[in-house]
């Protein structure tokens, strides 16, 4: 079954440093998306992209946050400037098409640490 | 605000036994309502979707219930395996076709045990 993976499983990262999660989402799927979980918490959507281009983001996604698909295969999560609560584990998800019947498949997951 | 509250927050069970867990939603506007499984340090993995017309959604062992008037939904776990371990989030979209803005509720935690 294809499937979203992400890069790295595990990062690491001191306060102030930049972080770029990759995602390959799965092929042809037109949708992408990027959620967080912070420990504990709830999974919290972070912003949603489409025809190369940012469709919605919710109030999380400051400016320190920024998503690009360079290449038309990749899916990347810019963290700026690293704040400590930005530690939290972000999935990345795609969709095939528009429509509620359309699956949401969720990568599994990268783990940011900041220290 | 929009909230999908679950319970209980976690559950132990044998294996071979049956289980119901619960959600309750609060938005609006309300598109469909998905449950996932999603195992400790991954991903979560699509079990059922539903709309606001639908009151029952199968896949496999599991069955989810939807009451669109009341706001609650209840997944119904059948002759329970040890890999059903895992926690099982309530998710609630208020779209009608995309994957933005869905709000998760924070699980409940089921073991099943010998």
């Known amino acids: 079954e294809p499937e979203v993976t992400q890069t790295p499983s595990h990062q690491v990262t001191q306060m102030g440093q930049e972080v770029i999660l990759r995602c390959v989402p799965i092929?042809?799927?037109?949708?992408f998306y990027w959620y967080r979980q912070i420990l504990g918490q709830k999974v919290e959507f972070l912003v949603s992209?489409?025809?190369?281009?940012?469709?919605?983001k919710s109030e999380i996604f400051d400016d320190q946050f920024s998503v690009e698909r360079p290449d038309g295969s990749n899916f990347t999560l810019k963290i700026r400037s690293t704040k400590l609560e930005d530690s939290a584990m972000y999935f990345c998800?795609?969709?095939?098409?528009?429509?509620?019947?359309?699956?949401?498949?969720f990568g599994e997951g990268s783990w940011l640490t900041v220290v | 605000k929009n909230q999908v509250e679950q319970s209980p927050q976690s559950l132990i069970i044998l294996e071979g036994k049956n289980c119901t867990l619960q959600?309750?939603?609060?938005?609006?506007?309300?598109?469909?309502l998905r449950w996932y499984k999603q195992d400790t340090g991954r991903g979560p993995v699509s079990l059922t979707i539903?709309?606001?017309?639908?009151n029952t959604k199968s896949n496999g062992r599991y069955t989810a219930t939807l009451d669109a008037d009341t706001k609650q939904s209840s997944l119904h776990i059948t002759a329970s395996q040890l890999s059903d371990s895992a926690s099982y989030i309530c998710?609630?979209?208020?779209?009608?076709?995309?994957?933005?803005?869905?709000?998760f509720g924070t699980g409940t935690r089921l073991q099943v045990t010998l």
């Open positions: 092929s042809n799927h037109l949708y």
């Open positions: 959600c309750n939603y609060t938005v609006s506007p309300f598109s469909n």
């Open positions: 992209f489409y025809n190369n281009e940012i469709s919605e």
């Open positions: 998710v609630v979209s208020p779209n009608t076709g995309t994957a933005s803005k869905l709000t």
């Open positions: 539903m709309t606001f017309s639908e």
């Open positions: 998800a795609s969709q095939p098409g528009q429509g509620f019947q359309n699956t949401i498949y």
